[in-house]
Structures are given as structure tokens and as C-alpha cells.
């Protein structure tokens, strides 16, 4: 069983920054990419970032400059460092890792969600 546990949401105003971070835990022979998404009330789930095994990173045009993805191989952890946040960032932030996992087997896992609110 695999499990993807969220950290570091919060209120902030505007202007500041908030690091997000996504530990993976259980059987686990490697990590493929890892996602960064958010979902606004009454809105889609669209992807902020993303992450390759080796390190390659993308961004959604809306944080591009603004938001930093990183991960650490050893310990199995996503990060996302915001800066500059704006109130049109408030959202619940999920992870999303593909985890090559038990007998070779690959998923895709979600984490819980953790609140981003930005005031103004």
C-alpha cells in the first residue's frame, strides 16, 4: 500500500510565500514523475507542475516565475515553493506521484488535498 501525505498549506496574504510538501510512504521500488495540482471551488483540477525522475521540470503558465517544484529522491518527497502568491491562487493543492510499486506494478496515487488561502 502506497501513501501520499500533504504539508505546509495555509493562510498567507499577498505577496508572501508557502512551501508545500508530499511524502510518499510505503512499498516503493521508484518514483516516475510527481504532480503538483489545485482545484478552486466550483473549478477543474488543472496541473501547476510537474516533475520527472531526473529532475525535469514544467510549469503552468500561471505560476511560471512564481512557483518552484523540486523533489528528493531519498526521501521520497515533492516539494513546491510559492512566491509571490496572489488571491487567484487560493485552491486545495493536491500531489499526484506515478509509483512503480510491489511486483513492478505502476500507479497513480493521489495525496489528501491541504488548503492554500491567499488573502488580499
Known amino acids: 500500500q502506497v501513501e501520499l501525505v500533504e504539508s505546509g498549506g495555509g493562510l498567507v496574504q499577498a505577496g508572501g510565500s508557502l512551501r508545500l510538501s508530499c511524502a510518499a510512504s510505503?512499498?516503493?521500488?521508484?518514483?516516475?514523475?510527481m504532480d503538483w495540482y489545485r482545484q478552486a471551488p466550483g473549478k477543474q483540477r488543472d496541473l501547476v507542475a510537474t516533475i520527472t525522475s531526473g529532475g525535469s521540470t514544467k510549469y503552468a503558465d500561471s505560476v511560471k516565475g512564481r512557483f518552484t517544484i523540486s523533489r528528493d529522491n531519498a526521501k521520497n518527497t515533492v516539494y513546491l515553493q510559492m512566491s509571490r502568491l496572489k488571491p487567484e491562487d487560493t485552491a486545495v493543492y493536491y500531489c499526484?506521484?506515478?509509483?512503480?510499486?510491489?511486483?513492478?506494478?505502476?500507479?497513480?496515487?493521489w495525496g489528501q488535498g491541504t488548503q492554500v488561502t491567499v488573502s488580499s
Open positions: 499526484n506521484a506515478e509509483i512503480v510499486g510491489h511486483l513492478s506494478l505502476t500507479y497513480s496515487y
Open positions: 510505503g512499498t516503493i521500488s521508484s518514483i516516475n514523475h
